[in-house]
């Protein structure tokens, strides 16, 4: 085997940008989730809201997501296969989530649901190759 074989493609810079983008994403849900709990009249919402409880609790679990979405973000940028999964599964929920999150603040939702695609992509399309798989 040669050197060369064990060098991973240029498509790694991808895997390394979902990290990142992990990372990012935990800020930002953190920044969401402290803003319902420090006041929970920041955002205004219709009375159609998909939500079913308040934006306090809103923001406490936003805030325990956003840790665990930055730790599996820095598991990503170490080549752990299992965050990979887990970071996949994190950025989905993050995605459902905003959705219903989308009446309340449309502008934020949409950015952290573009974030959300972009994670996904790049873990699930070129994601093995932090490894060198």
């Known amino acids: 085997m040669s050197a060369q074989n064990n060098r991973p493609a240029g498509w790694a810079g991808w895997a390394y940008f979902a990290g990142f983008m992990m990372m990012l994403l935990g800020i930002l849900e953190g920044i969401a989730g402290l ?45 752990a296969a299992w965050a990979r999964i887990v970071a996949v599964f994190l950025a989905g929920m993050s995605f459902v989530a905003n959705m219903g999150f989308i009446n309340a603040y449309p502008t934020w939702s949409i950015t952290m649901m573009v974030v959300d695609v972009l994670i996904i992509y790049g873990l699930t399309v070129h994601g093995g190759e932090l490894r060198g798989e």
Do not use: Q
Request: proline share 0%.
């Open 35 to 79: 803003a319902g709990i420090f006041n929970d009249k920041f955002y205004t919402v219709s009375e159609n809201s998909l939500l079913v409880f308040s934006f306090k609790t809103w923001g406490w679990i936003n805030l325990v997501l956003a840790i665990i979405i930055f730790m599996a973000g820095l598991e990503l940028l170490r080549g």
